[in-house]
Structures are given as structure tokens and as C-alpha cells.
């Protein structure tokens, strides 16, 4: 594939082209001047993810990045621009989108942002991508748990969803921490509890 590059293009065009406005900053080390046309450090103290400019137009560039707004929101605890979220929501499917028979977006991609977000913020992640549409386009079979219901003398939670988001959120717990002091939930033990009873809806 052809690439263009242009070793003169002035610094706020390029900071034009990032992604998102708390990472289309720059200083320059001459002036000592921090250079941000976007507002990043304004959306930064105040914890907000937005694409700089259009939403469309930054995710159509490259469509991970609806994942990764997702995955930074989770690691920095960050909210997401109605505007933005909006966008995202309705540009989910188009991840899936191939051209010339090839992925627009990898599986790869799609798993490495999934698991990063899942270890950040477990039970948060899987809300996120569930209120997004991402789990209807990559996990489906996860919401077959949905409505699937529990004998209540043993799940006074409710259905199998509710059960692994109660799961989920005890990893963050004072309980965990009394019962595991010093142990961290690892990712390994996260994707254990979220798949733990995939298999209940079908049997």
C-alpha cells in the first residue's frame, strides 16, 4: 500500500488528524508553550473523551478507534461525549465491514482492545459494549443471558446476566480483598467469571 508523508506539515494540522482532543496536544520545547487548538487539556481536567472534529469523520479514518474511545473511557475513568457516543453506537456494525474480502478492522484488534478494557474495568466494560452494540457484533452468545432465569432460592440476584455482573463487580469488592488480601484479579480470572455459565441458556 502507497504512504504519504510530508515531513513539513505544520504541527497543528497534524494534531488535526489525532483522534481524539486529549491526545492532540503538543509542546513545543523552544517556546515552552503547550500547543492545543483542540481544548485536550480543558476535556482532560474535566474527564471527557471526544474525537477532534467530526466523529464520522475520525472513525471513518480508522475504525478501531470507536473501540479504543470505549477502552480509554474504561482506563482513565473518563466519560464520552454525548456527540461522540452517539457516533459510536451508530458506526458499531461498520467495524465489521470488509473490503476486497479483508477485515477492516482485525479480530485481533477487536480482541486486544476488548481484553484491555475488560481488565481496566471489568463489569463496566462489558455494560459499555453491551449498551454500544459491541457485544451484539462480536459476543453474542453472551446475551443469551440475558433473561434466562434462576431458581430464586439459589440466585436471589436474579437471571444469568445479572448473576455475572454481580460476579463482575465483587472482583473490585472489600469482600474479594478480605478473602484474596494482596491479590489483584488478573485477566485470566475476569474472562473466567464473565463465561462461567455461558452455558446455561442452552441447556
Request: aromatic share 8%; proline share 6%.
Given at each position: 500500500?502507497?504512504?504519504?508523508?510530508?515531513?513539513?506539515?505544520?504541527?497543528?494540522?497534524?494534531?488535526?488528524?489525532?483522534?481524539f482532543?486529549?491526545?492532540?496536544?503538543?509542546?513545543?520545547?523552544?517556546?515552552?508553550?503547550?500547543?492545543?487548538k483542540?481544548?485536550?487539556?480543558?476535556?482532560?481536567?474535566?474527564?471527557?473523551?471526544?474525537?477532534v472534529?467530526?466523529?464520522?469523520?475520525?472513525?471513518?479514518?480508522?475504525?478501531?478507534r470507536?473501540?479504543?474511545?470505549?477502552?480509554?473511557?474504561?482506563?482513565?475513568?473518563?466519560?464520552?461525549?454525548?456527540?461522540?457516543?452517539r457516533?459510536?453506537?451508530?458506526?458499531?456494525?461498520?467495524?465489521?465491514?470488509?473490503?476486497?474480502?479483508?477485515?477492516?478492522?482485525?479480530?485481533?484488534?477487536?480482541?486486544?482492545?476488548?481484553?484491555?478494557?475488560?481488565?481496566?474495568?471489568?463489569?463496566g466494560?462489558?455494560?459499555?459494549?453491551?449498551?454500544?452494540?459491541?457485544?451484539?457484533?462480536?459476543?453474542?452468545?453472551?446475551?443469551?443471558?440475558?433473561?434466562?432465569?434462576?431458581?430464586?432460592?439459589w440466585?436471589?440476584?436474579?437471571?444469568?446476566?445479572?448473576?455475572?455482573?454481580?460476579?463482575?463487580?465483587?472482583?473490585?469488592?472489600?469482600?474479594?480483598?478480605?478473602?484474596?488480601?494482596?491479590?489483584?484479579?488478573?485477566?485470566?480470572?475476569?474472562i473466567?467469571?464473565?463465561?462461567?455459565?455461558?452455558?446455561?441458556?442452552?441447556?
Open positions: 500500500f502507497a504512504i504519504k508523508t510530508n515531513p513539513r506539515l505544520p504541527i497543528e494540522e497534524d494534531l488535526s488528524r489525532r483522534d482532543t486529549i491526545n492532540a496536544m503538543a509542546y513545543n520545547l523552544a517556546t515552552e508553550e503547550l500547543i492545543d483542540h481544548n485536550g487539556w480543558k476535556d482532560l481536567e474535566n474527564k471527557i473523551i471526544q474525537t472534529g467530526s466523529p464520522k469523520q475520525r472513525f471513518s479514518e480508522d475504525y478501531s470507536i473501540l479504543r474511545a470505549i477502552r480509554f473511557s474504561l482506563q482513565l475513568g473518563f466519560n464520552i461525549k454525548e456527540k461522540t457516543m457516533e459510536i453506537k451508530r458506526m458499531m456494525p461498520s467495524i465489521s465491514n470488509e473490503i476486497n474480502g479483508k477485515r477492516i478492522v482485525p479480530y485481533e484488534v477487536i480482541s486486544e482492545e476488548f481484553l484491555k478494557s475488560l481488565k481496566a474495568n471489568p463489569k466494560a462489558i455494560r459499555t459494549w453491551d449498551e454500544t452494540g459491541a457485544i451484539a457484533e462480536y459476543l453474542p452468545e453472551l446475551l443469551t443471558m440475558k433473561q434466562c432465569i434462576q431458581p430464586e432460592n440466585h436471589t440476584e436474579g437471571d444469568v446476566w445479572q448473576h455475572a455482573m454481580l460476579a463482575l463487580e465483587k472482583l473490585n469488592s472489600e469482600e474479594f480483598k478480605k478473602e484474596f488480601p494482596g491479590q489483584e484479579p488478573d485477566l485470566e480470572l475476569i473466567s467469571i464473565l463465561f462461567h455459565d455461558i452455558g446455561k441458556p442452552y441447556t
